[in-house]
């Protein structure tokens, strides 16, 4: 532990970007530097905001180390100073490392380490960290490969980790060596290069696995507004500002963190919706609780200063250790009030958190702080009320030299008023005498007092702040005495650290009892439902929760439904109707409910999901000179490389940024792609004809959001979610009637609009592959009912009256389809003729939907084109008969 980093020389990895190690001297590249990896970006376009909003500036030394190969093994180490917590994790991630880049953009560290010969030459991951160094808000530090020792790591968890945590933590740790050399070179660097020491187990560790949150990535961060608002960063219109009702720092802090990573534990979901629901239940325990959170200071941030030894201890160290302890204080005696609060209380989380607040856990650091700390002491904030309260905190006998100190410093405050009055008196001058830390007391006069005279020559360090003068004297100087009284403290916070455990544990407890207490508080003032966790995503007159609190007209609600066979939802509808903020609240519902808190509908049940991606927004980035298309092309690239059937996708306004034609198409492709990587989509588009070609593709569901149409000059907009495409042709044209262009140039554009629609109708034929589709998709339809009958809680004559109703609404959706398949191909020879004569038009002003069909609904040779209509009835008619049979036995 004694061992030196050796000065050594640094050296530039490019002509604007440079690194050091050993010294710890670090610069990093600007906006505009020019990278030298010489290969495409791999992270997604930036945002309008550089980094992801963050409550309070904290200090986060991060250590980062990777394996070589086609699946890179990354270690991570984060311990943050301000709060003395370290989080070990070690990931299996991909070539693009998109889970490290975003565990590093939730934690948001201000300097990360990383091997130096990472550096030259450059590896994959330490490229990638570069191109979001600015995202990340960091700058880059490497060290040498010596310093990543995993026996260090070990070293360092048996010796600061919790007594009682450390086996569990090496038991956590067994078989992630990147993790513990990412330890080894975090805290090594902290003793020896930030002059920083930990007492023994006094340090906050803990394991984290890759597995246990769900990842949202920055931009998606971003563009849901999750914890900043898009046009005012100091406005609460976010998910954050709104569901942010603690009244702690530390439940603050928490609560952050968990919309940045929601939970993917059911069983841990589970007992947060419990606890949340018996604090809304139980009227007296909620404000027994919210009462005793509003005493708390910011426990972490007391506890982290008490266990930091710093390299020189200074008077003003001194200062600040006495004010830890008058703190520690307060938040002791703001124990008790959790503990009593929660009496009665039933579930196992509020049970738990009542056990840490007991009364034997504080009682031997309250009788620690009692026998050094007067009794009537309590935090103050003010300079001279702090001052006063640091010189007589600790009690009288407990240290004779302090007494007598005391006793001095007491004749000296007094001598100090004493000297102001005499000043004014003798040259006829109103004196305040003021105090603060730097200084200590000082002498305020107004600039009118003088009338035009020179101050006195017995004032010096004279300073003029607008219409005041502010000065000293030399007796004033002599009197600003201090009171050292460092061994008394540090002698109690000695004792106090082999109590420190306890205390950060419940610390913890009371940051998650603020932010469950929070989500109560939301419940009590807002209607807000408890979720279910299915297999199913289903929800009953759900609402944004922004837009519902901002807006002055009544929200108008919406329900979602979505299984693997609706997981593709292609919505579509009018401008303004409401497409995006439908698509935005599943997103962020799904979060709301990840984290425990409830989420505002009448009824919701979702699956536990993974991965979150959105592609919101359509602006230029004119920084990195990257198009509108360009920018959502990188977007969408980013999420079908990392997207799987555990994610949920929204996509709002794909391909608008290049021509029609091409727009149509790439959206087609991407819609494909989408539904082939099985998750949860919602897509919202303009695009009549996306909609038309996706829906017989099983999997496929089409919505519209609804508009009541007055007349050709006006229409009302419903804000209500309803089956199929849109229906209204020609909905911009009514739009546009609105603002004031020049005479005829609607007229002409209906013109144009309503020729292009004939053209398109009469070459529209029903094709033998697209009622292939539609039978197989009716059949899997039926599959997945039957399924959810078998596993459903429907019983007796209730279960068997609905399987017969499926039977019969099947058979008649089976017969219409082979009444379509007997009448396909009879188009005329006219409209042959007609549609021959239009072609040219056509091919100029429209985009060939009819030519891009067969590649896009191709299907696979598992279809039901074999199969007669006549035996699908009997097969339906066999399976609902069987299963209205077994119900009834």
């Excluded at 297999?535 to 108008?556: N, W, Y």
């Excluded at 087609?668 to 017989?696: C, G, R």
């Excluded at 053209?759 to 059949?779: D, F, G, N, Y």
Aim: aromatic residues 6%.
């Amino acid at each position: 532990m004694s061992q030196r980093f050796r000065p050594s020389t640094s050296y530039s990895t490019s002509a604007s970007t440079s690194y050091a190690y050993g010294d710890y001297t670090t610069t990093t590249s600007g906006p505009g530097t020019r990278k030298g990896t010489g290969r495409p970006s791999t992270a997604r376009p930036r945002t309008g905001a550089s980094t992801i909003a963050r409550i309070e500036a904290q200090n986060v030394v991060c250590a980062i180390a990777e394996s070589r190969g086609i699946s890179p093994t990354v270690g991570l180490a984060f311990v943050n100073l301000d709060t003395a917590e370290a989080v070990l994790c070690q990931i299996c991630d991909s070539q693009t490392y998109v889970r490290t880049i975003h565990k590093l953009k939730v934690y948001g560290p201000s300097e990360i380490l990383i091997v130096s010969t990472a550096a030259s030459p450059k590896s994959k991951l330490f490229s990638i960290i570069e191109e979001n160094l600015e995202d990340i808000d960091s700058k880059l530090t490497l060290l040498d490969r010596r310093y990543w020792a995993e026996s260090t790591g070990y070293e360092y968890i048996q010796s600061l980790a919790f007594k009682e945590d450390v086996e569990s933590i090496k038991i956590s740790v067994a078989g992630n060596y990147y993790a513990v050399c990412c330890i080894a070179a975090a805290l090594k660097y902290i003793d020896l290069g930030l002059g920083m020491l930990f007492s023994f187990h006094s340090l906050r560790m803990r394991y984290e696995p890759s597995e246990g949150s769900m990842m949202i990535d920055v931009s998606t961060i971003y563009s849901l507004e999750l914890v900043q608002n898009l046009q005012n960063p100091k406005s609460k219109d976010c998910l954050f500002g709104l569901l942010n009702e603690t009244l702690t720092p530390m439940g603050a802090r928490l609560l952050r963190n968990n919309i940045l990573q929601p939970l993917t534990d059911p069983d841990v979901l589970n007992t947060r919706y419990t606890a949340v629901d018996e604090l809304t239940t139980k009227e007296e325990m909620f404000f027994a609780t919210r009462a005793a959170l509003k005493n708390f200071l910011d426990a972490d941030r007391i506890l982290t200063a008490l266990i930091v030894s710093p390299s020189k201890s200074t008077l003003q160290t001194t200062e600040s250790a006495i004010n830890q302890v008058i703190m520690l204080k307060q938040f002791v005696t703001s124990v008790n009030p959790i503990f009593e609060a929660l009496t009665g209380a039933a579930s196992s989380m509020l049970n738990n958190i009542r056990e840490l607040c007991a009364p034997e856990n504080i009682v031997p650091v309250q009788e620690l702080i009692d026998g050094v700390i007067n009794e009537d002491t309590t935090y103050a904030r003010q300079p001279l009320e702090l001052r006063n309260q640091r010189t007589y905190a600790i009690k009288s006998g407990v240290n004779g030299l302090l007494d007598v100190a005391r006793t001095t410093y007491k004749e000296a405050t007094e001598d100090t008023y004493q000297h102001c009055t005499e000043l004014g008196q003798e040259y006829d001058i109103q004196l305040d005498l003021k105090y603060e830390n730097a200084r200590q007391f000082y002498i305020k006069i107004p600039v009118s007092e003088l009338d035009g005279r020179d101050l006195p020559p017995v004032f010096t360090n004279v300073v003029r702040r607008k219409n005041n003068f502010e000065c000293q004297t030399l007796e004033l100087m002599k009197r600003n005495q201090k009171v050292r009284s460092d061994q008394a403290v540090e002698a109690l916070i000695e004792e106090v650290r082999s109590h420190i455990s306890i205390m950060f544990k419940i610390c913890e407890a009371i940051a998650l009892l603020d932010m469950v207490a929070s989500f109560a508080q939301l419940v009590t003032i807002n209607d807000y439902t408890r979720p279910q966790l299915t297999d199913t995503l289903a929800i009953k007159s759900g609402r944004h929760p922004m837009k519902e609190k901002i807006m002055q007209t009544k929200f108008v609600p919406n329900d979602v439904y979505a299984t693997q066979q609706t997981r593709l939802q292609l919505i579509t509808g009018c401008n303004m109707s409401g497409k995006s903020t439908y698509i935005r609240s599943v997103a962020l519902m799904s979060i709301m409910a990840q984290i425990g808190c409830y989420v505002p509908a009448s009824y919701a049940s979702f699956p536990i999901l993974h991965q979150l991606f959105a592609r919101l927004g359509m602006d230029d980035n004119i920084e990195t000179n990257v198009s509108t298309f360009a920018a959502e092309m990188k977007e969408i690239a980013f999420i079908l490389r990392n997207v799987d059937r555990r994610g949920i996708v929204i996509v709002d306004e794909l391909g608008r940024g290049t021509s029609t034609r091409d727009g149509l198409a790439i959206a087609l492709a991407i819609a494909e792609a989408l539904l082939s990587s099985k998750a949860l989509v919602w897509f919202a588009t303009h695009f009549k004809d996306l909609a038309t070609i996706m829906n017989e593709r099983a999997g496929v569901l089409n919505l519209h959001l609804a508009v009541e149409l007055e007349s050709n000059e006006s229409m009302t907009m419903l804000y209500r979610i309803a089956p199929g495409a849109v229906r209204e042709s020609h909905y911009g044209l009514t739009l546009a009637r609105v603002v004031p262009l020049p005479p005829g140039v609607v007229e002409h554009a209906t013109f144009v609009a309503q020729k292009l629609e004939r053209h398109l109708l009469k070459q529209k034929k029903a094709s033998k592959t697209v009622l292939k589709e539609k039978r197989r998709k009716l059949i899997l339809n039926l599959k997945e009912h039957l399924v959810q009958a078998q596993t459903g809680v429907l019983e007796g004559e209730v279960l068997t009256a609905w399987l017969r109703e499926l039977q019969k609404e099947f058979v008649n959706r089976m017969t219409a389809l082979e009444t379509e398949a007997a009448s396909a191909g009879q188009a005329s020879e006219d409209e042959d003729e007609e549609m021959r004569d239009g072609s040219e038009y056509e091919e100029e002003e429209r985009p060939s939907t009819h030519a891009s069909q067969p590649s896009v609904i191709s299907i696979d040779s598992r279809t039901t084109s074999s199969e007669s209509a006549s035996t699908i009835r009997a097969m339906s008619t066999v399976s609902t008969d069987r299963a209205v049979s077994d119900n009834q036995r």
